[in-house]
């Protein structure tokens, strides 16, 4: 989605273009152009392999010893 001609727009670099949300409703019901990426998984390549974090402890999978338990030093004594 355009997001008009003030604003930079980052998300046109990435190789998987990030996806706007555009035009939504807030809490308060009003109508207003939401900015906010909705793909951002795929446009940082967040599950390709040696960025891919199991456990959500922001290391990932392939230097953290335990991949399934949250920390990186878990279970390693």
Known sequence: ???G?????????????????GPIRNIRGERIIS???VNLRSAY???LHFLRD???DGFPDVIDPEPT???YRDGIR
């Open 54 to 56: 199991t456990d959500g």
């Open 35 to 37: 900015r906010a990426g």
């Open 69 to 71: 338990i949250a920390g």
């Open 1 to 3: 989605m355009n997001t």
């Open 45 to 47: 390549g967040l599950d």
């Open 5 to 21: 001609m003030e604003c930079f727009n980052p998300e046109w670099l990435f190789r998987i273009p990030v996806k706007i949300e």
